[in-house]
């Protein structure tokens, strides 16, 4: 417990002692913090939106013309004992061209003009979202098109292709920014204890011809580093939630749409970011205190 207090209070008098490079080692750690958060925050935003956008996408399956109604029942029943399929909707002919006519609004009058309907009917399938990846979808569009009575397949093949290409680099890069930022922080805090051993080493000195074991000299500056990670990481939450705030109130007024796509950070994801600013920190100190002969 002795060992803890001393380790406590020498920390605190060497953090106040060498202010100036703590708070540049500080400002450090929570730049690299917030670079990293902020970019994990657009991700999983991202990654909302596509999930919010999943529930609604389609695919439209369009009938032959000449299709009995027999026909086009036994295809609905087959769409829905389908296991892939949570929904079926059906669409006439009639219906596809009252919606047309909505559409096209004053210009309706132009379908007055054909002779005949032209628009087929057609079912709106709606598949499991965990099924919604571009091999996936295309797969099952190429074995719905090969149904009898079946005449085009269609779904926003290059869209959702597009989506899932920008989900995955941006995950992918999440985690090589990590890495990165958790090597930079290792290697900041790792030279800032070196610089304190150093700077102390008359005092360890002195400390060893006592009988001071290896714990006793290393605790205050492991725990320097976790104090140092843990001020750093509270900084970082503290911009990443003003941050979020500023766009939520100011972002919406310039472009309302923005809101049906902000997600806020949950407490978790603030409380994560302390954690790992000590535990970088923590780390980048036990490697230092590790490799220094003494």
């Given amino acids: 417990m002795r060992t ?31 670079i990293l958060s902020s970019f994990v925050t657009v991700t999983l935003n991202v990654d909302s939106a596509l999930k919010r956008w999943a529930k609604g996408f389609g695919m439209v399956v369009y009938l032959d013309g000449d299709l009995t109604a027999k026909a086009e029942n036994d295809l609905k029943n087959l ?27 004053e210009n309706a009058s132009i379908l007055d003009e054909l002779d005949e309907n032209p628009l087929p009917s057609s079912f709106e399938l709606r ?39 920008l989900s995955t680099i941006l995950k992918t890069s999440a985690v090589f ?12 805090t790792y030279n800032t204890i070196k610089i304190f051993f150093y700077r102390r080493k008359d005092e360890i000195e002195t400390l060893k011809l006592l009988g001071a074991t290896r714990t006793f000299i290393r605790l205050p500056f492991l725990m320097e580093g976790l104090f140092i990670g843990i001020a750093g990481g509270l900084i970082s939450a503290a911009a990443l939630f003003g941050i979020h705030s500023v766009i939520s109130l100011k972002g919406v007024e310039i ?17 994560a970011i302390i954690i790992a600013g000590a535990a970088m920190s923590l780390a980048g100190s036990f490697i230092a205190v590790g490799r220094i002969r003494y």
Wanted: include cysteine; glycine fraction near 4%; aromatic fraction near 8%.
């Fill in 255 to 271: 472009l309302p749409s923005i809101r049906t796509l902000l997600v806020a950070p949950p407490v978790q994801a603030y409380i």
């Fill in 127 to 165: 598949l499991k979202r965990d099924l919604l990846k571009p091999a996936v979808v295309k797969k099952k569009a190429e074995q719905i098109r090969q149904l009898k009575g079946v005449a085009e397949v269609q779904y926003g093949e290059k869209w959702l292709s597009s989506l899932n290409t």
């Fill in 79 to 105: 769409f829905r004992q389908d296991p892939d399929i949570i929904e079926v909707k059906y669409i006439s002919k009639e219906q596809a061209v009252r919606e047309l006519r909505r559409t096209l609004g």
């Fill in 177 to 188: 920014l990590g890495c990165a930022i958790l090597v930079a922080i290792v290697f900041i």
């Fill in 4 to 34: 803890l207090i001393y380790g406590f209070q020498t920390a605190l008098k060497s953090i106040w002692h060498e202010k100036w490079i703590n708070l540049l080692t500080v400002l450090s750690v929570s730049i690299g913090l917030l």
